[in-house]
């Protein structure tokens, strides 16, 4: 709460505040019935007054007040989207899948849109493929140069709406293959995550950079609305996909042997 001056302890307080535009009536509703708070602005006082370095810290503090009760409405309006099969979240469409817009109702004399995943048509049948020859076992790398051999389109060939972009666009990378199959028990089983990635910094020195320097939110934090569009792949086939993943994942963390003559031979003035 901003600061300000108490005039009396009635059964309504009133607390006078210097205006800030982003102070909206919404909240001043809610201060009045949730919390029997009456808010009386007042004008800013002059920078030569002692009273403006309070003004300062109010406006800091009721910013970052407004901020978060805009983005708790914000992840319950979200909340309540994705629970009606539409992306609530936003985000891009997955290789084999594209945005359709559709309208559900009118506001204020303007149409208003939702936006759901549904499949592809030109590469629906693509990622279907990717995902069960990777479940049986085959690499990245081979499904991969295979793709590539027979001229199959990238996913970055095509926008989120299933537009084509680059009609000539073939080279497939081991790590393209690998970031459709690390999505298989999400989004090609039918589910929808939101709240999955960090969102960047936008001001500042590190400006770009994700917050908390990572560009994915930790598990517990994703929104998980399951059977949300048409899904592409089995669970059994999924399940492999995971497993393969998990046990690669496991070779990866054995710790590498130490040989006998470790830090005792040296080659060119480098330890072997």
Same mark, same amino acid.
């Given at each position: 709460?901003?600061?300000?001056?108490?005039?009396?302890?009635?059964?309504?307080?009133?607390?006078?505040?210097?205006?800030?535009?982003?102070?909206?009536?919404?909240?001043?509703?809610?201060?009045?019935?949730?919390?029997?708070?009456?808010?009386?602005?007042?004008?800013?006082?002059?920078?030569?007054?002692?009273?403006?370095?309070?003004?300062?810290?109010?406006?800091?503090?009721?910013?970052?007040?407004?901020?978060?009760?805009?983005?708790?409405?914000?992840?319950?309006?979200?909340?309540?989207?994705?629970?009606?099969?539409?992306?609530?979240?936003?985000?891009?469409?997955?290789?084999?899948?594209?945005? =359709? !817009? /559709?309208?559900?109702?009118? $506001?204020?004399?303007? #149409?208003? &849109?939702?936006?759901?995943?549904?499949?592809?048509?030109?590469?629906?049948?693509?990622?279907?493929?990717?995902?069960?020859?990777?479940?049986?076992?085959?690499?990245?790398?081979?499904?991969?140069?295979?793709?590539?051999?027979?001229?199959?389109?990238?996913?970055?060939?095509?926008?989120?709406?299933?537009?084509?972009?680059?009609?000539?666009?073939?080279?497939?990378?081991?790590?393209?293959?690998?970031?459709?199959?690390?999505?298989?028990?999400?989004?090609?089983?039918?589910?929808?995550?939101?709240?999955?990635?960090?969102?960047?910094?936008?001001?500042?020195?590190?400006?770009?950079?994700?917050?908390?320097?990572?560009?994915?939110?930790? =598990? !517990? /934090?994703?929104?998980?609305? $399951?059977?949300?569009? #048409?899904? &592409?792949?089995?669970?059994?086939?999924?399940?492999?996909?995971?497993?393969?993943?998990?046990?690669?994942?496991?070779?990866?963390?054995?710790?590498?042997?130490?040989?006998?003559?470790?830090?005792?031979?040296?080659?060119?003035?480098?330890?072997?």
């Amino acid at each position: 709460m901003a600061l300000g001056h108490l005039i009396s302890p009635s059964s309504i307080w009133q607390i006078i505040l210097w205006y800030f535009p982003c102070f909206w009536f919404n909240t001043l509703n809610l201060l009045r019935q949730v919390l029997g708070i009456e808010i009386i602005f007042a004008l800013a006082p002059p920078k030569d007054s002692p009273y403006y370095e309070i003004f300062e810290h109010s406006q800091t503090s009721t910013a970052h007040v407004v901020s978060i009760l805009g983005r708790d409405g914000s992840r319950r309006g979200q909340r309540e989207i994705s629970l009606q099969g539409f992306m609530g979240f936003g985000g891009k469409a997955k290789y084999g899948y594209m945005i =359709k !817009s /559709e309208v559900v109702g009118r $506001r204020k004399n303007k #149409e208003m &849109c939702r936006t759901k995943l549904v499949s592809n048509p030109e590469t629906f049948h693509i990622a279907k493929e990717i995902l069960e020859r990777r479940a049986k076992g085959e690499t990245c790398y081979h499904i991969a140069k295979d793709l590539e051999r027979r001229k199959i389109l990238t996913p970055s060939a095509w926008d989120s709406y299933g537009n084509l972009l680059e009609s000539e666009k073939c080279d497939w990378k081991p790590s393209g293959v690998q970031s459709i199959c690390d999505d298989a028990e999400w989004t090609y089983l039918g589910h929808y995550v939101g709240n999955r990635s960090n969102p960047r910094i936008k001001y500042g020195e590190y400006r770009g950079s994700y917050f908390g320097r990572k560009a994915r939110r930790p =598990k !517990s /934090e994703w929104i998980i609305f $399951r059977n949300a569009h #048409e899904l &592409c792949i089995s669970r059994e086939t999924a399940e492999k996909i995971v497993s393969l993943r998990n046990m690669k994942s496991r070779q990866h963390r054995q710790p590498s042997k130490v040989h006998l003559f470790t830090i005792e031979c040296f080659c060119g003035g480098r330890f072997i």
